[in-house]
């Protein structure tokens, strides 16, 4: 554990470390930015644009790619997959290998205090609202209310924690 690289971690001059972060090794970062006290596991990618607010676990196994933002306090679980793009190709009309001209990366929001569970694969274009829960295992393929535990694949509400509206 680290709040400066070692050799068993990629992170790259371009990433933005708040406060007492913390990050095991074998991670990859670059191109994003972390909050204040965030923690962040072994074995974690992080890619690009990726935005992470103060106080946040990502735990072990983890993939956040660009497009995904989690606001303070959002938890993480292990081996949890985001994605951003709806249609992934390897080539282009031309039969070329795609580059970033060639798609378009959607967003993705967690609102502040969400739980994420272990083994969850979010779809991208979504958003997770405020103290939402996401049990483990679920396939996430539209926004979830603040609030809302959801479960399953595809995820389907199971409950609501706090009071709509």
């Not at 001059?13 to 191109?31: A, E, S």
């Amino acid at each position: 554990m680290s709040s400066a690289p070692s050799s068993l971690q990629r992170i790259a001059p371009d990433v933005k470390l708040g406060k007492g972060v913390r990050i095991y090794d074998f991670t990859n970062l670059y191109g994003c930015e972390l909050g204040d006290d965030v923690k962040v596991g072994a074995f974690v990618e992080i890619q690009k644009g990726v935005k992470i607010g103060n106080r946040c676990k990502i735990s072990s196994h983890t993939f956040i790619c660009e497009g995904v933002t989690l606001e303070d306090e959002v938890f993480v679980g292990h081996n949890v997959t985001f994605t951003n793009d709806r249609y992934p190709r390897a080539t282009n009309a031309n039969g070329e290998l795609q580059t970033e001209a060639d798609w378009s990366c959607l967003k993705t929001v967690v609102k502040r205090g969400a739980s994420i569970g272990s083994s969850v694969t979010l779809l991208c274009g979504i958003t997770i609202g405020e103290k939402a829960i996401i049990g483990a295992g679920s396939v996430v393929t539209k926004d979830v209310p603040p609030g809302a535990v959801v479960a399953g694949n595809p995820a389907r509400v199971m409950k609501s924690r706090i009071p709509q509206g």
